[in-house]
């Protein structure tokens, strides 16, 4: 990854310039990111207001061919790596927040079923050539399930019985099939944990419009309610201990939290490029000089975070403790310095930052959503001690 600390013309100045309705695949993905930023950007405002799902973010990602890039290439994708997943959702967020969060959840199920398909798994082609075909869209409930999902599975002849809610399922109203966890309590093995592939259109699925929130308000995250609705045991993809980071969960993490750390990279680095733009009249100032210099000094390092986590993963990871504190360290970085990023922007940009419309002051909200991903910062860090001293924790 490229260092991203200096100012960027194209997300400084995304809300003023003329709409470009990029067509094709021609281009690396974050160039064709780049180039449609504009049309996203050009959205962003109106959908984070009214809390409403960025589609026309979503069909401009689909005419360039960006919500494919993870399916091998053999399957009709471009094979892209997590590395570059996590570049081109870095470059969407500085054009529009939202867009980038919503896309990746999508972007790292696919990523982590590419994962499966090169061990042969069942279902992983299957699922991949409809992404590729189709346009599949995945949604995921892993951030408000994770270790202690919501929802129990109860056995039934040929599946199971699944009941719950899901919380934080972003683009929700739009997606084909959900990538979610329940609860199983089993008489020999105890509580284990179930992951399932569900059809959003299967009977008993409710989306329920409660996404109502301070920031990134254009992903539509509404609550998935399931009443009763069948699974079969073939869209049973795992089954876990509960209550752990197990080996799967370590490789989901893995694949999941570069990217979607990412984002929240890139939006800091937006908010960056806006204050320091309007900082360009009072560079003279000292005090101005400083707090730029802090804002790229914090930006740096979570950006060599971020790369050592992806590093640590590499392009085809396997279950680690190591490489799942790595991501989650990264994670925790990103997550602190663009909170602390992005109040600075506001402080250098002074009042026109506190106005509705501003890229600095959607920013403001929008990175703090960074922190409800688990693990949080502080959980990390607990995690992180356990290990070192030797006392049992989450990982298995």
């Known amino acids: 990854m490229t260092t991203s600390t200096q ?81 081109l959702q870095r470059e969407l967020a500085h054009h529009c927040g939202a867009t980038a969060l919503a896309s990746s959840m999508h972007q790292h199920v696919v990523a982590f079923t590419a994962w499966r398909y090169r061990r042969g798994m069942p279902g992983a082609e299957a699922t991949l050539r409809r992404v590729a075909e189709d346009g599949l869209l995945l949604v995921s409930t892993g951030g408000g399930d994770f270790t202690h999902p919501r929802g129990e599975a109860v056995p039934a002849e040929g599946g199971y019985r699944v009941s719950g809610r899901k919380r934080f399922a972003s683009q929700s109203r739009h997606g084909s099939v959900m990538s979610t966890m329940f609860v199983l309590d089993d008489p020999e093995q105890g509580r284990r944990v179930l992951n399932m592939a569900v059809p959003l259109s299967a009977p008993g699925v409710t989306v329920v419009d409660t996404w109502d929130t301070l920031g990134m308000r254009g992903t539509a995250s509404h609550d998935i309610l399931l009443e009763d609705v069948f699974v079969p045991d073939d869209k049973v993809l795992a089954n876990r201990p509960y209550g752990v980071v197990d080996p799967p969960l370590q490789v989901i993490a893995s694949v999941a939290f570069p990217i979607i750390s990412g984002v929240y990279l890139g939006v800091a680095e937006a908010a960056y490029a806006e204050a320091l733009a309007s900082a360009a009249a009072r560079a003279d100032d000292p005090l101005v000089q400083r707090t730029v210099g802090v804002m790229r000094h914090r930006l740096q390092v979570a950006e060599w975070a971020l790369d050592g986590a992806l590093a640590a993963v590499g392009d085809d990871p396997t279950p680690s403790h190591e490489r799942f504190l790595a991501v989650m360290t990264a994670k925790a970085e990103v997550a602190q310095a663009g909170v602390e990023v992005v109040d600075l922007a506001m402080d250098v940009a002074g009042g026109q930052a506190f106005f509705k419309g501003s890229v600095i002051e959607r920013a403001y909200r929008d990175v703090r959503a960074a922190k409800f991903h688990p693990l949080t910062p502080e959980a990390t860090l607990v995690e992180s001690g356990r290990q070192a001293l030797g006392v049992p924790g989450l990982l298995q």
């Open 7 to 87: 100012p960027r013309a194209e997300s400084a100045q995304s809300d003023t310039r003329s709409d470009h309705h990029a067509t094709g695949t021609s281009g690396s993905l974050v160039e064709r990111a780049r180039a449609i930023g504009p049309r996203l950007a050009r959205h962003a405002a109106r959908h984070d207001v009214d809390g409403t799902f960025v589609g026309e973010a979503y069909d401009a990602l689909r005419d360039v061919g960006l919500l494919t890039a993870a399916v091998p290439a053999e399957l009709g994708g471009e094979g892209a790596t997590i590395s570059e997943l996590t570049a």
